[in-house]
C-alpha cells in the first residue's frame, strides 16, 4: 500500500495555510486553542477556543497574534470571530485556582474545558505551544501557533480582549494597583503598588514577587495565599487583602448558543518549579 502524499505547508502560504492543508485532508473543524495572563501576576488566565468556517468568511481582516493587535484592532477582529466563528468558547480560571493547582495545570486545564465547550466537534486541534492530551481528536501544538494559524490566533484575540475586559473591571474593584493599564503583568508601576499597598485578592500569591510583598514568601507556592477576610471586617488601610470565595471557572459562547458539559480535567500534576 502506497503511504499518502506527505502534506507540506509553505511559510509564505500565510495564516491560512495550515488549517487549509488540514482541511484538504478532510479535517474540516479545525479547532484553535491559546490563552491570556499566563505571565501576568494579578488576574485570571483566560483560554480562548475557536472553529472558523472554511473559505472566505472564515478569513477576518486584521486578524493576527493578539499581542501585534492595538486594543482598538483587538476589539474590531474580537467581534468579527463572534459573529463568523462556526464556534467558540472563552474559560476563566481565577487567581485562587492558579494559586491552588498550579499555573502549567491551569493552562492545560483551561484549554482543555475551552476546547470541550465548543458546540462544533472538532475534527483536529492545534494548540499554542503546548499539547493538550484528552481532547477525543487528533491535535498538534505549533510554536507560535497564534502567528502560524489563523484558528490559533483567533482563540488569542478572544482569551485576550476577555481578560483586559475583566481585569479593567477588577480596576474600579481593586483601585491603586493600575489593572485598568497594565493588566496584571509587572511593571515599575504595579512593582511599587504591591511594595507599597501589599497584593489584594486578585493576585497570584504563588508567584515570587506577590510572596515576597506579602510576606508570605518563606511558604510553599500553594501556603501562601492566606486565609479570606470580610470586606466590612476591617478598613482597607487596616487590612489590605480582600480575598473573595473561591470561584469556579466560567464558560461563555457565542450568542444563542450553549456549551457541552465540560469534560473532567484529570488528575494533572502541579508544576511548582516553572518558570514564570
Known amino acids: ?13 500565510g495564516l491560512y ?38 473559505g472566505k468568511r472564515g478569513e477576518i481582516d486584521e486578524l493576527a497574534d493578539s499581542k501585534l493587535l492595538t486594543a482598538a ?14 464556534a467558540w468558547s472563552v474559560v476563566i480560571v481565577p487567581a485562587t485556582e492558579v494559586d491552588a493547582r498550579g499555573l502549567h495545570v491551569c ?13 462544533a466537534t472538532p475534527d483536529y486541534v492545534l494548540t ?19 502567528r502560524v494559524a489563523a484558528c490559533v490566533a483567533a482563540a488569542s484575540v478572544l482569551a485576550k480582549v476577555t481578560r483586559d475586559r475583566l481585569m479593567v473591571e477588577l480596576d474600579d474593584k481593586f483601585p491603586g494597583y493600575g489593572f485598568a493599564v497594565h493588566k496584571g503583568y509587572i511593571t515599575e508601576e504595579h512593582s511599587a503598588a504591591l511594595t507599597s499597598r501589599g497584593p489584594c485578592a ?8 506577590v510572596a515576597a510583598a506579602s510576606g508570605r514568601g518563606n511558604r510553599p507556592p500553594r501556603a501562601r495565599r492566606p486565609v479570606a477576610v470580610s470586606a466590612s471586617s476591617a478598613s482597607p488601610e487596616a487590612v489590605p487583602l480582600m480575598l473573595w470565595a473561591d470561584s469556579e471557572g466560567t464558560v461563555g459562547v457565542a450568542s444563542g448558543e450553549q456549551p ?13 518549579g516553572e518558570k514564570r
Open 107 to 119: 493552562n492545560l486545564a483551561a484549554m482543555r474545558r475551552a476546547l470541550a465547550s465548543l458546540t
Open 17 to 54: 495555510a495550515l488549517e487549509r492543508a488540514l482541511q484538504r485532508r478532510g479535517f474540516r473543524n479545525v479547532a484553535g486553542a491559546d490563552e491570556a495572563g499566563r505571565g501576568a501576576c494579578a488576574g485570571p488566565l483566560v483560554a480562548g477556543a475557536c472553529i472558523l468556517p472554511e
Open 128 to 146: 499554542d505551544g503546548f499539547p493538550v492530551d484528552g481532547l477525543n481528536a487528533p491535535g498538534l501544538a505549533v510554536w507560535k501557533g497564534d
Open 202 to 209: 486578585e493576585h497570584r500569591f504563588s508567584y515570587v514577587n
Open 73 to 86: 484592532a483587538r476589539e474590531r477582529v474580537y467581534a468579527e470571530v463572534v459573529k463568523r466563528a462556526l
Open 260 to 272: 457541552r458539559p465540560p469534560v473532567p480535567v484529570g488528575e494533572d500534576e502541579a508544576m511548582e
Open 1 to 13: 500500500m502506497l503511504a499518502p502524499p506527505r502534506t507540506v505547508v509553505r511559510r509564505e502560504g
